[in-house]
């Protein structure tokens, strides 16, 4: 009697086995198929299976990285990350390997749980980082590709135009982390006793100023253009100019992709001691800029001369802006 069930249980399993195959299996793409067969253990080696790097942009994040229905993946971080797989695909020795975007949202700005790369969706993801990397064990952030300077963006009748200015006033900001920031850099430190109001949108944001609910909007300069971008009235807004502090934007990757981090750093690296990325810097941030028709004309950050100068890079005055500090 034994002999005969377990003689059942084994027909059912070879039954259920075979309705797999036979059904779910033509369904699948040959990669799908082998991913299945034989799972890949991490990000480094599906890289090189599949010669595809999935990696992660903000849609509405003009000028860093943006699309529409009309507009494929542009921006500055979305040029840079095809130079960082250009880069990468050196390293690995494989040709022709391509980045494949997927939109992530842009509560990710200061703020993220990253949920797109702990679920498995994307190898990287070019981000701001505020080092606070204790509060995401899971991911580790390579060297920065990028820094920005924090400003503050207000109405012309109510603009502000020094530090004075600020104290016990209230400002808008967007991100929770990014108010833990703020809170550390301009009440701590500063001295600013400045209350902080989160806001949710740029339109939230909009009507929050016009009603005085908060005399401006902090952000760093990435931040301040996307809503310069995005105001119906722009011209409306001045920008106070002294920076209240540094971002620094960096590739996140998942915790165990150590030796990937290691091929992304070196690859950042390299690409900063080029002229290309100089080049890369002054088509976004010094020229007017594609789909907006006037020129940000922002020099490019000390903080950032010296990230190139540390990778035995010269800085080209007329590329990276700073000859216009001295018009």
């Known amino acids: 009697m034994l002999s005969k069930k377990i003689g059942k249980e084994l027909f059912k399993s070879f039954i259920t086995i075979a309705v797999f195959f036979f059904v779910a299996v033509p369904q699948l793409s040959a990669n799908s198929i082998i ?16 010669r595809i790097i999935p990696v992660g942009y903000i849609e509405d994040f003009y000028p860093f990285s943006y699309s529409t229905t009309t507009i494929p993946p542009s921006g500055f971080s979305v040029e840079f990350t095809k130079m960082l797989v250009a880069k990468i695909d050196e390293k690995i020795r494989f040709r022709s390997i391509i980045p494949k975007f997927k ?29 606070l990397s204790q509060k995401h064990p899971d991911v580790i952030f390579s060297k920065p590709f990028f820094i920005s300077t924090i400003h503050v963006l207000s109405k012309r009748n ?11 006033k209230l400002f808008l900001a967007q991100g929770n982390e990014f108010q833990e920031y703020l809170e550390q850099r301009l009440n701590n430190e500063l001295k600013l006793n400045i209350g902080i109001v989160p806001t949710n949108s740029i ?24 809503i310069i971008y995005a105001l ?45 990325y ?50």
């Open 35 to 50: 991913d299945w067969l034989f799972p890949k253990k991490n990000w480094l080696e599906k890289i090189k299976a599949d």
């Open 103 to 131: 939109i992530i949202s842009n509560n990710s700005v200061f703020s993220s749980s990253y949920p797109e790369i702990r679920n498995k969706e994307i190898a990287i993801e070019c981000n701001a980082s505020l080092a």
């Open 158 to 168: 109510q603009q502000v135009r020094n530090l004075q200015a600020m104290k016990n």
């Open 203 to 226: 339109q939230e944001a909009g009507i929050k100023l016009d009603q005085r609910e908060a005399i401006g909007i902090i952000g760093d300069a990435l931040r301040i253009f996307n």
């Open 232 to 276: 119906p009235d722009p011209e409306n807004y001045a920008v106070y100019a002294k920076p209240l502090g540094e971002i620094a934007y960096v590739c996140i990757l998942l915790a165990q992709e150590t030796e990937l981090k290691e091929i992304v750093n070196t690859s950042i690296d390299e690409i900063l001691k080029s002229e290309e």
């Open 278 to 327: 100089q080049k890369l810097y002054y088509r976004w941030f010094i020229q007017p800029a594609k789909d907006l028709n006037i020129a940000l004309n922002y020099p490019m950050p000390n903080a950032l001369q010296e990230l190139i100068i540390k990778t035995n890079g010269n800085i080209n005055p007329k590329l990276t802006g700073l000859d216009l500090l001295n018009k």
